[in-house]
């Protein structure tokens, strides 16, 4: 097992163990089908990571994904990922392609939704544009329900969702991921695109 350790460096379960020391969140043991999650609260909200995969034929992709339900006050959508990733994936969502008014973040990534002002009101949020920029790779979106949590979410619950292929095991990064979920739930507070309340879902492993 040590010199496992030295090769691959720490597993994921010691990772994301040492991670919910480090934030006060609760990791879920699902056993082998299931797989480990971590269960985190910010406020009212909660906010999951865990991992999925998808089987291709003869191969199969990981990833790793965050999840957090709030309620949409109005409805505001957004997705944000480096240009030259998932290229085409926004182009199915009816988003327009918004700059954001900060060239350099601007020149970064491809940002989309269907509100240019709560765009600019979102990423005004220096916090928030400084976290995404320090991720290699993101794809961070407002999604509908998928049946991730349950049989369907309440009237007027979406997902802040986050997903990339791979297993992160960087403690660095995934404390930056918790930090920015909270600081965008608590930004689209203050554009009034969310409220502080509990979505009551609850995640189910």
Known sequence: MGLLREIFGPSQHEVWEALCQEIGADLIDGGFFKGTKVVAEIKEWVITLDTYTVSTGKTSTTYTRMR?????????????????IFSN???????????????EFDDQFIIKGNDSDKLVGLFSNSRIRKLIEIQPDISLEVKDDEGWFGSEFPEGVDELYFQV?????????????YFLFAEVLNQLCLIDSAYEDSPDVTAQL
């Open 89 to 103: 994936i926004g182009k199915l969502l009816g988003l327009q392609d918004i700059e954001v008014g900060y060239p």
């Open 68 to 84: 957090a339900p709030y309620l949409n006050k109005d409805g505001f959508k957004f997705r944000i990922y480096r240009k030259g």
């Open 165 to 177: 292929p791979g297993i992160i095991k960087d403690m660095d990064r995934l404390k930056t991921l």
